[in-house]
């Protein structure tokens, strides 16, 4: 069976099209909101964290807030992305959690991974994609 130029051009630009939305699929957006916040009947206490990760001229920073009883302030942190990896400090001006490194991976469902306080790696944090705990 003989193809003639046109018919070999349109089955490259199809393939060439396909092969580009597959790639654009699996990138996965970095912006929204990620949080693992929970109200526990129990003890009256909210707990877990939350960030909302958003694009500045910086690149990307984030408004964090770890709740272990109550909700702390807010903080401010730059978060760095590598392919899936997902890793934020926060500064030392922050008494309670300053020094505090999160490291983890991203996905379409949320962001997880574990904080380190003081050398001591925490446990297993699961930050859902969605819509604040404080807007439910």
Known sequence: MRMGK?????????LYGA???????????????????????????????E?????????????????????????VVDVLFEKDRVRFKIPESYPEYGGGVFEGQIDAKGISGAFT???VRGDKENLIRGRSYWDK
Do not use: C, H, W
């Open 6 to 14: 046109a018919s070999v051009f349109l089955v490259f630009v199809l």
């Open 19 to 49: 092969s580009l939305g597959s790639a654009e699929e699996k990138k996965v957006k970095q912006t929204g909101t990620f949080s693992s916040l929970t109200y526990n009947r129990e003890g009256g206490d909210v707990v877990g964290a």
């Open 51 to 75: 960030i909302k990760i958003v694009a500045t001229r910086k690149g990307f920073q984030g408004a964090l807030q770890i709740a272990e009883g109550g909700p702390s302030p807010l903080m």
């Open 117 to 119: 306080f003081r050398g």
